[in-house]
């Protein structure tokens, strides 16, 4: 098992910067690729970024690219991503996953956190 929390979400106005943070603890952490979704009211779960289990390989959805950053520090077992420029559309409950990077990038990941709401005022 995966144990995975995030943490960093908040208020802030359009163009501001958040950065959200996810701690994994249970099994070994760099064997995972990481990645983000995001769901906001009324709409469906979206993908947002993976990282490899290396961090050399990443890939963003086309709403987020040159704005987000995913990063990982393995000896911290931590996963980051890196929010700037937001804007009112990027409110949503963020969560953090853990599982193979094809999994992440087909939305099936096998472990998933409960989530941190990001909130983005106009």
């Known amino acids: 098992q995966v144990q995975l929390v995030e943490s960093g979400g908040g208020l802030v106005q359009a163009g501001g910067s958040l950065r959200l943070s996810c701690a994994a603890s249970g099994r070994t952490f760099r064997n995972y690729a990481m990645g983000w979704f995001r769901q906001a009211p009324g709409k469906e779960r979206e993908f947002v970024a993976v990282i490899s289990w290396s961090g050399g390989t990443t890939a963003y959805a086309d709403s987020v690219k040159g704005r987000f950053t995913i990063s990982r520090d393995n000896s911290k077992n931590t996963v980051y991503l890196q929010m700037n420029s937001l804007k009112p559309e990027d409110t949503a409950v963020y969560y953090c996953?853990?599982?193979?990077?094809?999994?992440?990038?087909?939305?099936?990941?096998?472990?998933r956190g409960q989530g941190t709401q990001v909130t983005v005022s106009s």
């Open positions: 996953n853990a599982d193979s990077y094809v999994a992440i990038t087909t939305m099936t990941p096998k472990y």
